[in-house]
């Protein structure tokens, strides 16, 4: 592996992970940082020995020589993040979930990465994570039959904890193309600046039917009835699938051919620090992240589509043509 520098753009929680994530590899060295809230960047910059930290991130791109960048601010400001450091000439960029708040920002975001030869990846880390890397591995052994259903659930909002459900599931039915989709929301809250997106508006619930091109449906569940364990179900015609059920073990599943549960091994893996691998793996083979900007941007159109749909009281057909963000248009 080559050497490479590293820039942080938004120096709060999630940026101190992808800092972990990056300490385990060689050759990888965090050297600034940019952040507006000046306690949060000096201490930032004091706990990582940084050698030069920044208010404003155009300054930070500006002045430094940089490899990869790492997008980790609230949602709103992934665009400009990602299209202005695409412009600085580094290699890649890791750009937090969600990948943007609409399909206006997310298409100028993928334009400026391919026409600076840039490699975006999303931050989907759980596409690392084993159980659901096994989970995969089952379906497409066909251990449960043909897969037929696929449900996902989590606490918090579709563009919080929603955009890993949707991404889990688009991973599980091997990023497939969605043909459609339907939803539903409940606003009652009106809710903004819910948890880390201080920058965004949010629904209280929300469910969404999704149907892909290969047949295969999906329902995703989001909101303060679903629980926060990344609960995941596939149903094929010969049995099933269960992923990080409750007091269950991480993984297991029961078809026509097994005698009750099976639940297997898993091999041990660091999601954030495989995601940063493949990130580095990625501008070397010349080829696309697992979890590239493209992916990320098939999760968002589906998050709003169930938005939409939610507007306009009917099924939404994909590729959809509404290009700004339809809840925020709803809960002005
Ligand atoms: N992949 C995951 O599992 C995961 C987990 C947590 C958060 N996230 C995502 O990471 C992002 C950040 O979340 P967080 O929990 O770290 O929030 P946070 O509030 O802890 O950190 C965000 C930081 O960005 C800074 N910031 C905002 N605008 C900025 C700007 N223009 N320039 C420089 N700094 C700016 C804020 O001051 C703050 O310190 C969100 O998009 C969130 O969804 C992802």
Redesign the pocket.
């Known amino acids: 592996m080559g050497n490479y520098k590293v820039g942080i ?7 101190r992970d992808h800092v972990r994530a990056y300490s385990k590899i060689p050759n990888v060295e965090i050297i600034t940082g ?4 000046s306690e ?1 960047r000096e201490k930032f910059a004091e706990d990582y020995n940084l050698k030069t930290s920044y208010e404003s ?1 155009d300054e930070m791109l500006d002045k430094e020589s940089l490899d990869l960048v790492n997008v ?4 709103k ?1 992934h665009y400009d993040a990602v299209c202005k450091a695409a412009c600085s000439g580094v290699k890649g960029i890791m750009c ?3 990948m943007a708040t609409n399909l206006d920002e997310a298409d100028k975001m993928l334009e400026a990465c391919r026409e600076n030869n840039v490699r975006l990846a999303i ?1 989907h ?1 759980h596409r690392f994570d084993p159980q659901l890397v096994k989970a995969k591995e089952l379906i497409n052994e066909k251990v449960i039959g043909e897969l037929v259903l696929l449900w996902g659930h989590c606490s918090l909002d579709l563009l ?1 904890n929603g955009s ?1 459900v949707v991404d889990m599931i688009n991973f599980l039915n091997n990023d497939q193309e969605a043909k459609w989709v339907m939803g539903q929301i409940d606003t009652r809250n009106k809710r903004k600046g819910y948890v ?2 201080p920058d965004m508006v949010a629904e209280d619930m929300a469910l969404g039917r999704i149907f892909y091109k290969n047949g295969v449906r999906a329902t995703v569940e989001l909101g303060e009835f679903a629980p926060q364990t990344w609960q995941f179900h596939a149903v094929g015609t010969d049995g099933i699938i269960d992923v990080n059920v409750p007091d269950g073990p991480s993984l297991r599943y029961m078809s026509t051919d097994t005698n009750g549960w099976v639940v297997p091994e898993l091999e041990s893996c660091d999601p954030r620090n495989a995601e940063m691998v493949e990130l580095i793996k990625a501008i070397e083979e010349d080829r696309e992240h697992i979890s590239s900007g493209k992916v990320g941007r098939n999760g968002l159109e589906i998050i709003m589509a169930v938005f939409e749909s939610s507007r306009s009281r009917r099924l939404v057909e994909l590729p959809m043509d509404v290009k700004d963000n339809p809840l925020e248009n709803m809960m002005k």
């Open positions: 753009i938004g120096c709060g929680g999630i940026a940019a952040e507006v809230d949060r991130y980790c601010t609230w949602p400001t937090e979930k969600p931050g880390h919080n890993h880390n997106h």
